[in-house]
């Protein structure tokens, strides 16, 4: 089993250019979510989906879009990208509680 | 108060030593606790879950204080590879886990 896989591993962009950053889980789990991390902030939820065809605003939403393709892939989306979206992106995804994240994508926003 | 507390350290102990770690949680009905740790820029991976009666694996033991609102984790015999940050993440009802920011620890030869 690979776990979460996200792609890409690395991403500059350019100020007001737009990506989507992909999430995939083989572990079957009905929930997916969609982290931020920067320095001395911890990690803090953008979105998630709790069961497939669901998704819900965490703590951080402003300036991003996610979409839950199936229940293995929960996308998220950059549609104008800004300096202060430089950061380190985590997927996780869980059947109960526990949650397993994947490797991360490190975003920087020029 | 922020719902889940950590000091963030460093915590500098010597190889060999007993160190212990403490999160605080500030709402009352959290049901789920766990503890995640995180290297240097990797992934937080699930290191324990922490139950009511406690939990041990191996040199590490982690323990939940309902009546004073924490959970601790306790490492034995520190090795220099268990220098990282430790996360720990509380669950209330059926929201998403709300993660600590974590308490790094440097073990030194």
């Known amino acids: 089993n690979a776990g979460v896989t996200q792609t890409p591993k690395f991403q500059v962009l350019k100020t007001g250019q737009s990506m989507t950053l992909q999430c995939a889980q083989d572990m079957n789990h009905n929930s997916m979510y969609w982290y931020r991390q920067d320095p001395g902030m911890g990690l803090r939820l953008i979105y998630y989906s709790a069961s497939e065809g669901t998704t819900d605003k965490g703590e951080v939403p402003n300036g991003y879009n996610v979409s839950r393709l199936n229940k293995r892939e929960f996308s998220l989306r950059l549609e104008s990208a800004a300096p202060s979206q430089t950061s380190v992106y985590f997927c996780?995804?869980?059947?109960?509680?526990?949650?397993?994240f994947g490797p991360g994508t490190r975003l920087t926003v020029t | 108060r922020k719902e889940v507390e950590q000091d963030p350290g460093p915590f500098n102990v010597p190889e060999g030593a007993t160190v212990a770690f403490n999160c605080t949680y500030s709402?009352?009905?959290?049901?789920?606790f766990f503890w995640y740790r995180q290297d240097c820029r990797k992934e937080p991976k699930l290191l324990m879950s922490?139950?009511?009666s406690g939990n041990e694996d191996g040199r590490f033991t982690a323990q939940l204080n309902r009546a004073s609102q924490y959970i601790s984790l306790l490492i034995r015999d520190s090795k220099l590879s268990d220098s990282a940050t430790y996360l720990c993440?509380?669950?209330?009802?059926?929201?998403?886990?709300?993660f600590g920011k974590g308490t790094r620890l440097s073990v030194i030869a």
């Open positions: 996780a995804s869980s059947e109960v509680d526990e949650q397993y």
């Open positions: 709402n009352s009905a959290s049901q789920s």
């Open positions: 922490v139950y009511s």
């Open positions: 993440a509380v669950n209330i009802g059926n929201t998403p886990l709300v």
